[in-house]
Nanobody
Framework: QVQLVESGGGLVQDGGSLRLSCAAS????????IGWFRQAPGKEREFVTAIRWSIGTTSYADSVKGRFTISRDNAKNTVYLQMNSLKPEDTAVYYC?????????????WGQGTQVTVSS
C-alpha cells in the first residue's frame, strides 16, 4: 500500500508561480513512475508530467512544456511540480499518482488532490 499526499496548491494570479509537493509513504518505495495529472471543472482528467523514479527522465504535456518542471527527492520519497507562468487555464485539481511497474498501463495509487486556481 502506498499513500500519497499532495500539498502546495492555492490561489495565484495570472503569470504567477506555485510549487506542488507529493509525499509518498507506505511500503518500500521504489516505483517505476510518478506522475502529475489535473482535472478542471467539467473536463476529463489529463496528464501533466511524469518522472522515472530511478533515472529521473521526464515527460510533459505540450500545454505545460517550458513552464512546469517535475523533480524528485529520492531520500524524502517526494516529487515536486514547479509551475511558472501560470495561466487561468491551468486552474484545476492536481493529483499525483504512482505507477509501480513498467508493464502496467494504469497508475496504481492516487493522492487526494490539491486545488490550483489561477486568477486573470
Amino acid at each position: 500500500q502506498v499513500q500519497l499526499v499532495e500539498s502546495g496548491g492555492g490561489l495565484v494570479q495570472d503569470g504567477g508561480s506555485l510549487r506542488l509537493s507529493c509525499a509518498a509513504s507506505g511500503r518500500t518505495f521504489s516505483p517505476y513512475v510518478i506522475g502529475w495529472f489535473r482535472q478542471a471543472p467539467g473536463k476529463e482528467r489529463e496528464f501533466v508530467t511524469a518522472i522515472r523514479w530511478s533515472i529521473g527522465t521526464t515527460s510533459y504535456a505540450d500545454s505545460v512544456k517550458g513552464r512546469f518542471t517535475i523533480s524528485r527527492d529520492n531520500a524524502k520519497n517526494t516529487v515536486y511540480l514547479q509551475m511558472n507562468s501560470l495561466k487561468p487555464e491551468d486552474t484545476a485539481v492536481y493529483y499525483c499518482a504512482v505507477k509501480l511497474y513498467s508493464y502496467t498501463s494504469d497508475y496504481d495509487y492516487w493522492g487526494q488532490g490539491t486545488q490550483v486556481t489561477v486568477s486573470s
